[in-house]
Nanobody
Framework: QVRLVESGGGSVQPGGSLRLSCAAVGSIFGIPVMGWYRQAPGKQRELVTSISNAGTPYYVESVKGRFTISRDNAKNTIYLQMNSLKPEDTAVYYC???????????????WGQGTQVTVSS
């Protein structure tokens, strides 16, 4: 059984920082892409950032220069360092990964349980 375990999040004032982590656990053969999505109240879930197993990142324009994604392939874990947080960053953040499990030949999408990030004064 494969699952994504998220940690981090919480409440912070504007301009503050938070760090999220997401670990993929289970019988994993490979994970080509991992990333973070977020969903604010009344809005659709959106891709925030992703990273390939080669370390190539992608960022949505609104977080460029403020958020940094990193990855530890040995631990099947990604990290999201969020700096200069703004109220509009408030959302539930979800980890997503495309995972091939041991004994299979195809990739499947997995989601974490979500973690709340609140930016407010």
């Amino acid at each position: 059984q494969v699952r994504l375990v998220e940690s981090g999040g919480g409440s912070v004032q504007p301009g503050g920082s938070l760090r999220l982590s997401c670990a993929a656990v289970g019988s994993i053969f490979g994970i080509p892409v991992m990333g973070w999505y977020r969903q604010a109240p009344g809005k659709q879930r959106e891709l925030v950032t992703s990273i390939s197993n080669a370390g190539t990142p992608y960022y949505v324009e609104s977080v460029k220069g403020r958020f940094t994604i990193s990855r530890d392939n040995a631990k099947n874990t990604i990290y999201l360092q969020m700096n200069s947080l703004k109220p509009e960053d408030t959302a539930v953040y979800y980890c997503r990964a495309e995972i091939r499990t041991i004994g299979t030949t195809s990739f499947r999408e997995y989601w974490g349980q979500g973690t709340q990030v609140t930016v407010s004064s």
